[in-house]
């Protein structure tokens, strides 16, 4: 494995992790899954409690994280918005309900990160500059949209292990891509396949070794009703033990990394 170039992230930290959490409420669920499916459509319930335990953790350790919140969910538990807020998270676009954009003309979705905006700027005083589409099912016009609102980042291309620019319009500034992957998704170990908590720490662990080695950004994606629960959580809170101690993993909100990749390309550097 390649040396990490010193030079890539702040401070001559070796990898970026990022802490991403979808609190999408009940329509995370309940737009694809059948309406008499109460035992799915259920399960998100929990959110409100997963996302007090999650916030505990990140408190206990310091972590700034960055919370993509369906403005629906958001209006349910405001709260809980202002205390993520509060205690020094990011608080980004996550969709009015979590339909997919795929779902959505280009003025559908110009409308949904706006009233998302809307909702999420009068919670908390401060307005949203990140977006991550539902299920990452995006179209071209999500980002030119992105782009054309002033956003700073979006989350959803799986474009590799670094951060790209998209620049649609060469006369607006460009939206930094933060990659995701299904691979660091909670929602592929729990849900599409049930794995032990243990067994997504030892896979996570050593994609961020991997990543620590190579210079790259990790982007986990979290929700509450999955690793907000009392195992998952404690695996959550392994992982970020663990990227503590190495000493070398700059762990970020997605707002701070966006922001320090795009004056990194102004300076000329890459």
């Known amino acids: 494995m390649r040396d990490a170039p010193s030079s890539t992230w702040p401070g001559g930290h070796r990898a970026a992790l990022c802490v991403s959490i979808d609190v999408d409420g009940e329509w995370?669920?309940?737009?694809?899954?059948?309406?008499?499916?109460?035992?799915?459509?259920?399960?998100?319930l929990y959110d409100a409690t997963g996302t007090?335990?999650?916030?505990?953790?990140?408190?206990?350790?310091?972590?700034?994280?960055?919370?993509?919140?369906?403005?629906?969910?958001?209006?349910?538990?405001?709260?809980?918005?202002?205390?993520?807020?509060?205690?020094?998270?990011e608080i980004a676009l996550h969709s009015v309900d979590h339909?997919?954009?795929?779902?959505?003309s280009a003025a559908e979705q110009r409308h949904d990160m706006?009233?998302?905006?809307?909702?999420?700027?009068?919670?908390?005083?401060?307005?949203?500059?990140?977006?991550?589409t539902p299920g990452w099912r995006y179209t071209p016009e999500t980002f030119?949209?992105?782009?054309?609102?002033?956003?700073?980042?979006?989350?959803?291309?799986p474009s590799g292990d670094f951060p790209t620019l998209?620049?649609?319009d060469p006369d607006?500034?460009?939206?930094?891509?933060?990659?995701?992957s299904r691979w660091f998704d909670d929602y592929t170990y729990q849900v599409d396949h049930v794995l032990t908590p243990a067994a997504w720490f030892d896979a996570w662990r050593d994609d961020l070794e991997v990543l620590r080695s190579e210079g790259g950004l990790m982007c986990l994606t979290l929700?509450?009703?999955?690793?907000?629960?009392?195992?998952?959580?404690?695996?959550?809170?392994?992982?970020?033990?663990?990227?503590?101690?190495?000493?070398?993993?700059?762990?970020?909100?997605?707002?701070?990394?966006?922001?320090?990749?795009?004056?990194?390309?102004?300076?000329g550097v890459g």
């Open 144 to 157: 030119r949209i992105a782009q054309d609102l002033g956003l700073l980042w979006v989350m959803d291309q």
């Open 52 to 89: 007090e335990r999650l916030l505990a953790i990140l408190a206990d350790t310091g972590v700034p994280a960055t919370f993509c919140w369906v403005a629906n969910a958001a209006e349910q538990t405001p709260d809980l918005v202002r205390r993520a807020h509060g205690e020094g998270h």
């Open 223 to 267: 929700h509450p009703f999955v690793s907000g629960r009392p195992g998952p959580s404690r695996a959550i809170a392994r992982l970020l033990d663990y990227a503590i101690d190495l000493g070398d993993i700059w762990i970020a909100r997605a707002d701070h990394i966006a922001r320090w990749w795009l004056e990194r390309d102004q300076r």
């Open 99 to 104: 339909r997919y954009y795929t779902s959505m």
């Open 114 to 132: 706006e009233h998302s905006m809307k909702v999420l700027a009068e919670l908390t005083g401060t307005v949203p500059v990140g977006h991550k």
């Open 28 to 44: 995370g669920e309940a737009n694809y899954r059948p309406a008499d499916d109460i035992y799915w459509r259920s399960q998100t």
């Open 166 to 168: 998209l620049q649609d």
């Open 172 to 180: 607006r500034s460009a939206v930094v891509n933060l990659p995701p």
